[in-house]
């Protein structure tokens, strides 16, 4: 994608190990991105969530090394409310977003943001941990990718 949001899972299941993989691997895929690329990164929980920017902003050196070290500050805590951590995604209009947690989601949550997405942004899901029908599904009525890790 060329306007890419990626939603980061920060609920406290994902504390230590967990945690510390999806940031690394975070700040190494935005260090990767092509110049051009505008993109904003979410962290999620069920009390509130956290960006370093509003909107999109344009891939560039001294962003990645700013972003890196925001991205490294980050802490987890609290449950996992992904709905409006998605709405407000969607609201950057990307073409594009990056979906990463390591839990299920109620049964509904999947119908509920392919109803969200009338843009038809593409939803790639990554599962850290455990594999998830409802991380599938999200990403299959997106047009998206769905994959599981395991630390």
């Known amino acids: 994608g060329r306007r890419v949001v990626f939603l980061i899972d920060r609920s406290s299941s994902m504390k230590g190990k967990r945690f ?24 999620y929980n ?37 709905l ?11 073409d594009t977003i990056f979906l990463l947690s390591d839990g299920e989601f109620e049964e509904r949550v999947p119908s509920d943001i392919d109803r969200m997405n009338v843009e038809g942004v593409k939803i790639n899901t990554i599962s850290l941990h455990v594999a998830s029908d409802s991380l599938e599904k999200i990403a299959a009525e997106s047009g998206g990718e769905y994959r599981f890790v395991s630390p």
Do not use: Y
Request: net charge negative.
């Open 46 to 82: 069920n009390i509130h969530e956290v960006a370093p920017f509003e909107g999109l902003q344009r891939r560039s050196d001294t962003l990645v090394s700013e972003i890196s070290e925001w991205i490294d500050s980050q802490s987890a805590r609290g449950g996992t409310n992904i």
């Open 20 to 43: 510390q993989l999806a940031k690394e691997h975070l700040i190494a895929f935005i260090g990767d991105l092509d110049s051009g690329v505008e993109f904003s990164v979410i962290f």
């Open 84 to 94: 409006t951590p998605v709405v407000n995604a969607l609201e950057m209009e990307p």
